[in-house]
Nanobody, 116 residues
Framework: QVRLVESGGGLVQAGGSLRLSCAAS????????MGWYRQAPGKQRELVAR???????TYANSVKGRFTISRDNAKNTVYLQMSSLTPEDTAVYYC??????????WGQGTQVTVSA
């Protein structure tokens, strides 16, 4: 199985930046897409950003131009650099990784809170 350990969540002021990290361990061979999802209170979990093994990226429209996803394959780690943060970005952010397309493994989630 794949285990994911997240770090970097916290409190930040509006307009500020924050970087999340997620390191994968366990059965990491054939890891394909990795990504970040978020869930705000009363809302469904949504895709924030995704990066494939070939470094193709996908972003939610709400974060395009502000967030950047990247991965370090040698460290089996995915990052999410968040800039120009607003209170609308406040949510629990979850890391995901796939060995099989459509079968994600999930991290525990890390809270990101953006103050006005």
């Amino acid at each position: 199985q794949v285990r994911l350990v997240e770090s970097g969540g916290g409190l930040v002021q509006a307009g500020g930046s924050l970087r999340l990290s997620c390191a994968a361990s366990g059965i990491v061979f054939r890891l394909n897409a990795m990504g970040w999802y978020r869930q705000a209170p009363g809302k469904q979990r949504e895709l924030v950003a995704r990066v494939t093994s070939s470094d193709s990226t996908t972003y939610a429209n709400s974060v395009k131009g502000r967030f950047t996803i990247s991965r370090d394959n040698a460290k089996n780690t995915v990052y999410l650099q968040m800039s120009s943060l607003t209170p609308e970005d406040t949510a629990v952010y979850y890391c995901s990784a796939e060995r099989i397309v459509g079968v994600p493994h999930w991290g525990q989630g890390t809270q990101v809170t953006v103050s006005a």
